[in-house]
């Protein structure tokens, strides 16, 4: 072979070279690329569980039904994946390292993230801790898996309705009080805000947005937990004693009773 035929055989294998490598990187993008597409649209869920089995489960199970799932062993773990856009947290209460009480006060300080616990933990104190601190759900084990994954969609389902509500500024005035929905806050008549746990807003923005007419304990059990099992109309009936207890200084109760029905908004509403 001459030295033209020699130079052009070379040329032709550099070129395969270069072909075969930019395919290669061509690959290497579209992998890539299809890595950060596959979390858009799917919410993020982290499950919460000391328990490798059980924690692999949940992971399993919602990665197939669409969600971008991260396992944590423990709340530095649990914390650890905050940092990142977070959705939802399946969060069990007994944790090697600390309380899953706790650990819920600290997500609802810091994230807008839903929380569902999931545990053993079966009394209703504990059950109603769990709702009043920063609970959308409160599930025992065993897990029903399809029950866990409805409930987990209709948590998402709703926090979206909010954040859709959110958007227009909506501040109703009844009584000495002003309720703002978009910022979650409760003014009194100084301007002053009136500390309220999650589940005491959600049943005081659902009686006032109902303009006067009285709301069911059951209804108002889904207003508050989502849920109408597992729940004791118990928890309804406690959050309206602190609500009255927090909401002093008119003449008129704010929350009134209606027997055999629930309770209602006694002051008129006005925008």
Same mark, same amino acid.
């Given at each position: 072979?001459?030295?033209?035929?020699?130079?052009?055989?070379?040329?032709?294998?550099? $070129?395969?070279? =270069?072909?075969?490598?930019?395919?290669?990187?061509? $690959?290497?993008?579209?992998?890539? =690329?299809?890595?950060?597409?596959?979390?858009?649209?799917? +919410?993020? *869920?982290?499950?919460?569980?000391?328990?490798?089995?059980?924690?692999?489960?949940?992971?399993?199970?919602?990665?197939? %039904?669409?969600?971008?799932?991260?396992?944590?062993? /423990?709340?530095? +773990?649990?914390?650890?994946?905050?940092?990142?856009?977070?959705?939802?947290?399946?969060?069990?209460?007994?944790?090697?390292?600390?309380?899953? &009480?706790?650990?819920?006060?600290?997500?609802? =300080?810091?994230? $807008?993230?839903?929380?569902? &616990?999931?545990?053993?933990?079966?009394?209703?104190?504990? @059950?109603?801790?769990?709702?009043?601190?920063?609970?959308?759900?409160?599930?025992?084990?065993? #897990? %029903?898996?399809?029950?866990?994954?409805?409930?987990?969609?209709?948590?998402?389902?709703?926090?979206? #309705?909010?954040?859709?509500?959110?958007? %227009?500024?909506?501040?109703?005035?009844?009584?000495?009080?002003?309720?703002?929905? /978009?910022?979650?806050?409760?003014?009194?008549?100084?301007?002053?805000?009136?500390? *309220?746990?999650?589940?005491?807003?959600?049943?005081?923005?659902?009686?006032?947005?109902?303009?006067?007419?009285?709301?069911? @304990?059951?209804?108002?059990?889904?207003?508050?937990?989502?849920?109408?099992?597992?729940?004791? #109309?118990? /928890?309804?009936?406690?959050?309206?004693?602190? *609500?009255?207890?927090?909401?002093? !200084?008119?003449?008129?109760?704010?929350?009134? /009773?209606?027997? !055999?029905?629930?309770?209602?908004?006694?002051?008129?509403?006005?925008?």
């Amino acid at each position: 072979m001459n030295v033209r035929s020699q130079d052009s055989a070379s040329r032709g294998h550099l $070129n395969l070279q =270069a072909q075969s490598q930019a395919h290669r990187t061509s $690959n290497i993008v579209a992998d890539s =690329a299809l890595q950060e597409l596959r979390p858009v649209g799917r +919410e993020r *869920l982290i499950v919460v569980e000391d328990d490798p089995v059980t924690r692999t489960m949940l992971v399993g199970y919602f990665s197939e %039904n669409n969600f971008d799932v991260v396992g944590a062993g /423990t709340c530095a +773990e649990c914390r650890q994946a905050l940092r990142a856009r977070t959705d939802l947290v399946f969060l069990d209460v007994q944790l090697p390292d600390g309380d899953g &009480f706790e650990l819920a006060k600290e997500i609802q =300080a810091t994230s $807008n993230a839903g929380i569902i &616990f999931v545990t053993r933990r079966d009394t209703d104190v504990d @059950r109603i801790l769990g709702l009043e601190i920063a609970g959308d759900h409160y599930v025992t084990k065993p #897990i %029903n898996l399809r029950d866990l994954l409805a409930r987990a969609r209709s948590v998402l389902r709703r926090r979206s #309705i909010d954040r859709k509500a959110a958007r %227009n500024h909506n501040s109703i005035a009844f009584g000495d009080w002003i309720i703002d929905l /978009t910022r979650r806050e409760l003014l009194g008549s100084d301007g002053k805000p009136v500390v *309220l746990t999650r589940a005491e807003f959600d049943l005081l923005a659902a009686l006032v947005g109902a303009d006067g007419r009285p709301l069911s @304990r059951d209804y108002l059990i889904e207003v508050v937990s989502n849920r109408q099992a597992e729940v004791d #109309i118990r /928890t309804v009936d406690a959050l309206v004693a602190r *609500l009255r207890r927090k909401l002093v !200084g008119s003449d008129t109760p704010v929350i009134a /009773t209606v027997t !055999g029905v629930g309770y209602k908004l006694a002051l008129s509403e006005r925008l």
